[in-house]
């Protein structure tokens, strides 16, 4: 059979940049909380010229550049924090980029878990059609109200994969485990621009999916816990991850390393380290990127381990509502990227800090698409959403 996987992957953040110190010093939060207690340190947040159409463009042009387009016929976009309810996001993707007119678009939604879906999609359309590529974005903004607990576990990102035949870092395995429970743990009413949550009921219907997609791989002749080398969470706060790793160490009966930080995994003892530490470092700084989340986890694990060449990854996706897959993949060898590693370090260092109040206003700030309008000129991205006209969102190359 054919190995289809990941042949490439981006990353892109927004703008602005929240520190959750500065948070926590506005709420009196002791922010050990946001730290340690839910381990994130920052959000990303985007310029009124950013949405998930610009961050997604941004973080495929390079793999365009990188790659080129041909091959390319479908182009997936998955978000939960869409800007249209007809019109898929990624057909103003594939003007930006300039893709041909031949290429199928769609968008992708199921909460956090949608570029996953969109990601077997992909992967379907290239076992029938061989020599084609899938360009995958996954891009969403976070948001909850302000001042609710979900505040500090928002954030913004987007991570495009371009998947192919004999991919060069990450061979996808055919066996997957799912599981759907129709939960009220999150969602986000039409008439909404932040999402509903029942904070405890979404960890608990987190780690019951995690059990339950782990138990269906295992039905559907997956590998068992000790055949997988690393082990990598959707982290809608990466605290979520250490969560998941517990229940499932308890689950399978493994001695699985929980230690989220280079402080804890100094102190792991003899637990199998597999990854939770490095596969957390970009999701500690962006927050929570939703449908990208899990994907950030991959590129940060791939940025930063360097053991990788023909190990097997599993990765747990997760999205409310619920539906959730667990996959594996292995490592192609030649997988190392040492310019991605640094060009994601250069993107959250460079992001522009917002003051609490600074934050506080943007966050209001909702522009009602019956009037015209431009934005002003704030991005540093490749493209920028540069307003309405006659009700329609315009984009434009910076
Ligand atoms: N120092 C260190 N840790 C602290 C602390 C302090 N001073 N104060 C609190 N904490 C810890 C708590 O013990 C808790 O850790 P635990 O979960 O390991 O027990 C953690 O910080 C969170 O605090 P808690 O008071 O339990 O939660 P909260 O009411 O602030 O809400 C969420 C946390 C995640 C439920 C909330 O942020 C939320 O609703 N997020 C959006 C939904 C979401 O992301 N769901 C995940 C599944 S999709």
Same mark, same amino acid.
């Given at each position: ?225 000790? =055949? ?167 984009? =434009?190359?910076?």
């Amino acid at each position: 059979m054919t190995s289809i996987g990941i042949h490439d992957l981006e990353l892109a953040t927004a703008h602005h940049v929240l520190d959750l110190t500065r948070l926590a010093e506005y709420n009196g939060t002791d922010p050990a909380k946001y730290h340690l207690g839910l381990g994130q340190d920052q959000m990303s947040f985007p310029a009124p010229d950013e949405d998930i159409i610009t961050m997604g463009a941004s973080a495929a042009l390079p793999i365009l550049e990188r790659n080129g387009a041909e091959g390319i016929r479908t182009l997936l976009f998955a978000t939960e924090s869409g800007v249209d309810q007809s019109k898929a996001a990624g057909v103003s993707v594939h003007r930006l980029l300039g893709l041909p007119r031949h290429v199928r678009v769609t968008e992708f939604k199921q909460a956090c878990y949608g570029g996953t879906a969109a990601l077997q999609a992909a992967i379907g359309i290239v076992s029938r059609f061989p020599g084609e590529r899938v360009l995958v974005i996954s891009s969403d903004v976070a948001r909850y109200a302000l001042d609710s607990p979900g505040e500090p576990t928002q954030g913004a990102g987007a991570v495009a994969l371009l998947v192919s035949a004999d991919p060069a870092l990450v061979e996808i395995e055919p066996a997957t485990g799912l599981y759907t429970d129709d939960v009220d743990d999150f969602w986000r009413p039409n008439d909404s621009s932040t999402a509903v949550v029942d904070g405890a009921l979404s960890v608990s219907a987190y780690l019951d999916a995690l059990t339950g997609s782990w138990d269906d791989l295992q039905a559907h002749g997956g590998p068992g816990i000790a =055949e997988i080398d690393r082990l990598l969470y959707h982290q809608p706060f990466t605290k979520m991850a250490k969560k998941g790793q517990q229940r499932l160490a308890r689950h399978t009966g493994a001695d699985l390393s929980a230690a989220l930080t280079a402080a804890e995994q100094a102190n792991a003892g003899d637990a199998r380290d597999t990854g939770l530490f490095t596969g957390s470092i970009y999701n500690r700084r962006l927050g929570n990127s939703y449908t990208a989340s899990v994907f950030a986890a991959l590129a940060a694990l791939l940025d930063h381990d360097d053991d990788l060449a023909g190990r097997r990854i599993g990765m747990f996706s997760y999205g409310s509502g619920s539906v959730s897959e667990f996959l594996t993949g292995t490592v192609r060898p030649g997988y190392a990227r040492r310019d991605r590693a640094e060009r994601v370090a250069a993107a959250l260092n460079a992001r522009a800090p917002l003051e609490v109040a600074e934050y506080r206003e943007l966050h209001g700030r909702v522009f009602p698409s019956t009037q015209d309008l431009e934005t002003p000129r704030v991005t540093s991205a490749p493209f920028r959403f540069s307003g309405l006209l006659g009700r329609a969102r315009q984009y =434009e190359r910076r």
